[in-house]
């Protein structure tokens, strides 16, 4: 099945930087790759997501690249607020399956 | 609007009393999905509906059922609740949404506490 690693596990910014977090996945035959957003005691929001079929993908200040030959992709968060601070979810579905396999989560704050 | 909705948004039972969590949508979704989330952990999938295909996870408890009675409702009943079975769970579809199939929408989630 497939495999979803994730980091960092924690990371802190002050406010306007930049934030990365990265995901590497197993299954080759995995094509969609949603990024989630969770705030406490929230439900997990997608923000944005990509297909296999496309290596870039942005939307104002969120953007995620996939690499599909090193099988990893990528958040970028630019000019982040305090308002971005939340635990950042991503994760895989192969084509052929219904489920997706999640990565271990990675808590961003940010600061003033 | 509300699409995916919940209820109760918290519940609080007895160890060892059953009880059920239910979801329900208005997406006209043929997915549906029930996750167990614990506190700095990503979701745990449960089990899924496709339609009326039941799909359970090799690694949930017995003691995890679900009911599917028509395509808006999908209930989680926990036959005999443990502390450990105290988490977030979370209810998601997923559908046929042109460009948009591979979408999972989450309800608020379910608070449950275990006394």
Known sequence: ?112 | DAMVIQNPRYQVTQFGKPVTLSCSQTLNHNVMYWYQQKSSQAPKLLFHYYDKDFNNEADTPDNFQSRRPNTSFCFLDIRSPGLGDAAMYLCATRGSDVGRTDTQYFGPGTRLTVL
Do not use: M
């Open chain 1, 1 to 112: 099945g497939e495999n979803v690693e994730q980091h960092p596990s924690t990371l802190s910014v002050q406010e306007g930087d930049s934030a990365v977090i990265k995901c590497t996945y197993s299954d080759s035959a995995s094509n969609y790759f949603p990024w989630y957003k969770q705030e406490l005691g929230k439900r997990p929001q997608l923000i944005i997501d990509i297909r296999s079929n496309v290596g870039e993908k942005k939307d104002q200040r969120i953007a995620v690249t996939l690499n599909k030959t090193a099988k990893h992709f990528s958040l970028h968060i630019t000019e982040t607020q305090p308002e971005d601070s939340a635990v950042y979810f991503c994760a895989a579905i192969p084509g052929t399956a219904s489920k997706l396999t999640f990565g271990t989560g990675t808590r961003l704050q940010v600061t003033l």
